[in-house]
Structure formats: structure tokens, C-alpha cells
């Protein structure tokens, strides 16, 4: 069952095979075995008390005839800045909000009980979602501890959904759901070989979530299969009066994004290749991804080579500068909605209760961005304002718009990241290189998809777009028209320019169809295997692996290859 897909696990509770009760117990199970002991992969901060009773009620209902949605009794994992009203903590991996239990749950909590979803647990994260300090280590919570990555226990899971990313991988629950303000969904995704989707901004409430940014925030899935990504996204998806940036996406929402994987999606696609500051940092991603690209070709894409966007270095540091500005009035507001009860009610009070129990919460690195956010006035200061819309405009007008309609593309594709770096708690994180920077202040959907193995250290790459197209993309002139690819007419959007060629929103992103060539380690060039898996119905089509692909998900980590059995990980 460690590699089952949510359709499977659904089918295998219709047909008696499974029940969502036995489904829970096994991941507990599973849990209990790799991430408490065993390989102490850190990647579950705690369990429901009360999923095997949601089950139990659960199937009772399938029981009885009443099946809420493909989610009905599938175990599911959040992340710790996700409120949920019951018996577990909300604490963004943070001792200071040690046992903190919100008062109602989040929106994206609501919407997954809803549609019959067990909330199995919550995920370990960097702590306050890696913003804490400069020199922290991704995975690295005062109340988690350090996750881990399954395939080399010494390196990162990155972050901030570390957990998340973690737990998918070792099969510890079906799937689970991330955040990223930049890079948190599609790091950790890449660096553990999984499928991380980051929608626009807006698409999914963000009500009831610990937040950074307000205009960068989003959460998204983190699964095993596009499909499963797909199956998530439309369960939590829809506007929200609770957070204003879901209007903006209201009519743009899809009933079933499922209905969008389109197995023909890349043929006629325009995709450019942006190379100038997302290559060249590291000599295995740039071949891994040299192959995906061809592959890309092979599968009917018209590739445009290069299709660079500029990011000019003022970037980073406006983009800095809003995030401190968002997370001191963000976390303000979320912690007094918390009421009188909760254990810290400002930013200024987390900060003193870390350097009182300095012992305890900084063993290894401080919270000099925590005292910087502390330091910035209120959202009408000249500087977040200057800083806001020009980080903005060089992300979206003069940067992926500009590109995008220069060479008419349907989407951007970049390596995600190299491979996982090795855990390092004295000086913190050794990033090499990273494409998520653009997709996150624009507010633009981007998916990363595992695209090959650095002598067993995953590398994922990524796909962006623009803002939320409108469903004419999808061809909806007849309901039961297969969506595909095509450059829709001129529409006018909410942000950037107007009378562009539509290039894919969510729904067209998860269309991917990739095929990977992984060469064995160590062997020449003449016993080059090809492994092909169709993204878009989260069933690998694999042909002639050769025998090192073919034991284990999980490198160099002797325990775990017994305890995790044969998985075919190339591509979900």
C-alpha cells in the first residue's frame, strides 16, 4: 500500500479491501515505526487523538451509501500553522505557542473535513516557517526538532513544509498539505522527490493559517502524484470572505481539477527555458534537467531556448523588506485573534518569551529576523509601500509577463533546486540555487515535479505561468471538451498587463506529462534506462529500470530500506 494513490486507497475502501479505521491505523502505524523510532525522520509533530473515531464515523457513512467526494476516509496530514478546532496544538513549530489550540479551524481544515478528509496529524516545519533567522536550519523547530530527508538522513528535508514534504515521501499518510511564502511548498517538494503545487495567490484561503506575507502566502498540496494534486486542490480551493485575496478568484474556482490532466497536455505547448540565474549553479541538476527538456520536446512541446526573465538584485532585497513589513502586522493580528488565552499575543511577546528560554528555543541560532520585523512600522510606511510595488512590477510586468508575452509561451520551466544539501545547524542552510523567488512575489502558480536522482538525492524541476487564466484556456465552450493547451484570446487580468496570450493556470499546470532518462550511477552511456511515467493519471508506465531504481526510495539509509519496500520513485 506505501505507494497506493488516493484513487486507489478509495477504491480499495469501496471494495471492502480497506476501511478508513484500517487506513489510519496503518499510517499510525507507520508513524510510530520510521518517524518516532527507527529512522526518527521528525516529520510529525503530533497525531489526531480523534482520527480513528472520524474514521470510524466516516465509514459508517460509506456504509450507509453517502460518499462525500474522493476524499472520503482519506488520511491527510497539515501543516503546524493550520488551525484546527480540536485536541491538537497549532504552533507554527514554535514553543512559544506550545499548546495553543485555536477556537474554530482554519478555512482549509473546514473545507477538508468537509469533504470527508481525516485529519491525521500535523507536520513538523522550520520554525515560524524559516523566518525566524538567517542562519536557520530548514526542518528545525524548538518543538519538532530536526526533520529529516528519507533519502540521506543527513541532509535537508528544505522548508518550511518540511514535514509535509517528509511525510509524503516515506508514505507516513496519503498526502499533505504545505504553505509557501517563498519556495516552502516547492523546496521541500523537490528535495524529497514528491509533487509540490503552489497556486496563485488567492485560490485558497489562507483564514486560520500563521502567516508571513499577505501577498505572497499561499498553501497548496504536497502528494505523490499530480493526480492526487490535483484531487487536493479542488477539495480546498474557493473563494473565502474571510480573506479578501480569494474575490479576486471567484468564478476561476474548478469543481474537479482532475478533469484538466490531459495525458497530449505538452503537444503544441510553448514552454521557455529560463536559463540566466537557474542554471549553472550545480553540474548534476543542469543534466538531470538537460534530459527533461528534451523530453519535453519528444513529448510535442515547442521549447524556447532560452526564454530568460530578468531579476534584477533589488529584487530580493524589496522582497525582504515586505516580507518583515506583512509578518510583524500578520502575526499580530493572528495571535490576538487567539483571545486572552493564548500563551503569547504580539510578536513583541514571542521574541521575549525565546530569550527566556533562550535554553530551549535558540540552542543553535537566534531571531535576528524576528527583532528585525519587530523594528518596522505600520502598512502605510512609505518604505513597504515603494517596496511592495516594485517588487511587484519586477516579478510580474517586467518580469514573467514580459517574457512570457515577448515569446508567446504557455509556461516558464526551470530547475527547482539542486540536491539536498547536508543538514548544518551551526551555520544553517547551504542553498546552491532555486527558481521559486519569481512565482512567489508575483503571487503566480508554479508546480515542481521530481525530474531525475543526483547519486540518490532527488532533483525536482518546476513549471510557472502567469496569473489565473480564465477557464476559456481550458476550452470550456463544451462541458465535456477535453481541456488542453492553446494561448487563449487577449483577457484582462486583476494584475499585470492586459491583452497578453493566456498561458495555463492551475488547472493546464497540472496537465504535465514528463518522462524521465535516468542513467544508472557509474555505468556508461550504452546502459542508459528509460523510465516513463504519465504525470497526469498517477500510474507509472515503467519500462526496463535497471536493478539500482528498483529497490528503494530511500538511499544510504540501511534501516529504512527494510522497513520501506520496493518503490519505483522516479516520477510520481
Known amino acids: ?107 482549509i481544515a473546514r473545507k477538508l ?52 514534504g517528509t511525510a509524503v515521501a516515506a508514505n507516513l499518510a496519503a498526502a499533505a498539505l504545505g504553505t509557501e511564502t517563498d519556495g516552502s511548498i516547492v523546496c521541500p517538494a523537490s528535495y524529497n522527490a514528491v509533487v509540490g503545487l ?25 502528494t505523490r502524484t499530480v493526480e492526487d494534486a490535483a484531487v487536493l486542490l479542488a477539495a480546498v480551493a474557493g473563494p473565502d470572505p474571510e480573506d479578501p485575496a480569494t474575490q479576486a478568484g471567484e468564478g476561476r474556482v474548478h469543481a474537479d481539477y482532475t478533469a484538466f490532466l490531459d495525458p497530449e497536455g505538452l503537444r503544441g505547448a510553448r514552454i521557455g ?17 538537460g534530459v527533461a527538456i528534451r523530453t519535453l520536446e519528444r513529448l510535442g512541446a515547442h521549447v524556447v531556448d532560452p526564454a530568460n526573465v530578468p531579476v534584477p538584485p533589488e529584487l530580493r532585497h524589496m522582497e525582504f523588506e515586505v516580507l ?54 505600520p502598512l502605510t510606511d512609505r518604505e513597504y509601500l515603494e517596496a511592495l510595488a516594485g517588487s511587484g512590477r519586477l516579478a510580474r510586468e517586467e518580469g514573467i509577463d514580459r517574457t512570457m508575452d515577448e515569446h508567446g509561451l504557455d509556461a516558464l520551466f526551470a530547475p527547482t533546486g539542486g540536491p539536498a544539501f547536508k543538514i548544518d545547524r551551526l551555520t544553517g542552510d547551504h542553498f546552491t540555487g532555486g527558481s521559486s523567488s519569481l512565482a512567489a512575489v508575483a503571487g503566480y502558480p508554479a508546480i515542481t515535479v521530481p525530474a531525475g536522482y543526483a547519486l540518490g538525492l532527488p532533483v525536482g524541476v518546476t513549471f510557472l505561468a502567469g496569473h489565473t487564466a480564465s477557464p476559456c484556456c481550458c476550452d470550456s ?44 550511477v557509474g555505468t556508461p552511456p550504452s546502459s542508459s534506462r528509460i523510465a516513463c511515467c504519465l504525470l497526469w493519471n498517477g500510474e507509472s508506465a515503467t519500462h526496463s529500470l535497471p536493478a539500482d531504481m528498483m529497490s528503494s526510495r530511500i538511499v544510504h539509509c540501511g534501516s529504512l530500506n527494510a522497513a520501506i519496500p520496493r518503490t519505483l520513485a522516479l516520477v510520481p
Open 477 to 520: 465552450r463544451t462541458p465535456s471538451s477535453r481541456p488542453r493547451w492553446f494561448a487563449a484570446p487577449a483577457l484582462s487580468r486583476q494584475r499585470g498587463t492586459t491583452g497578453r496570450r493566456v498561458a495555463l493556470d492551475e488547472a493546464s499546470t497540472l496537465a504535465s506529462v514528463l518522462c524521465i532518462e535516468r542513467r544508472a
Open 324 to 377: 518583515l513589513y506583512e509578518f510583524k502586522n500578520g502575526l499580530n493580528r493572528y495571535l490576538q485573534s487567539l483571545g486572552s488565552d493564548a500563551p503569547v499575543h504580539s510578536l513583541e511577546e514571542v521574541i521575549a518569551y525565546n530569550e527566556r528560554n533562550a535554553t530551549r528555543v535558540m540552542p543553535y541560532f537566534g531571531q535576528d529576523i524576528l527583532i528585525k520585523a519587530q523594528e518596522k512600522g
Open 273 to 289: 527555458i529560463a536559463r540566466d540565474g537557474f542554471f549553472g549553479y550545480n553540474a548534476w541538476t543542469d543534466r538531470i534537467v
Open 1 to 107: 500500500m506505501e505507494e497506493w494513490t488516493i484513487r486507489r486507497l478509495a477504491r480499495a475502501m469501496e471494495q471492502g479491501e480497506q476501511t478508513s479505521v484500517s487506513l489510519v491505523q496503518w499510517y499510525l502505524e507507520r508513524i510510530e515505526s520510521l518517524d518516532r523510532a527507527g529512522p526518527a525522520l521528525h516529520a510529525v509533530l503530533e497525531v489526531n487523538p480523534e482520527a480513528s473515531a472520524i474514521a470510524a464515523a466516516l465509514d459508517q457513512e460509506r456504509a450507509a451509501g453517502a460518499v462525500r467526494g474522493p476524499l472520503h476516509g482519506i488520511p491527510v496530514l497539515l501543516k503546524d500553522n493550520m488551525d484546527t478546532a480540536d485536541a491538537m496544538a497549532t504552533t507554527a513549530g514554535s514553543l512559544a505557542l506550545e499548546g495553543s489550540r485555536p477556537r474554530r479551524d482554519s478555512t
Open 198 to 222: 503552489k497556486p496563485t495567490v488567492g485560490l485558497i484561503s489562507r483564514a486560520g493559517i500563521i502567516p508571513i506575507s499577505a501577498s505572497q502566502d499561499t498553501a497548496g498540496p504536497m
Open 113 to 164: 473535513r468537509e469533504a470527508g478528509a481525516v485529519l491525521l496529524g500535523k507536520t513538523n516545519m522550520g520554525e515560524w516557517a524559516n523566518f525566524r533567522s538567517g542562519q536557520s536550519s530548514s526542518g528545525w523547530s524548538s518543538r519538532g526538532g530536526q526533520a529529516r530527508n528519507p533519502y540521506v538522513l543527513d541532509r535537508s528535508p528544505c522548508g518550511s513544509s518540511s514535514g509535509s
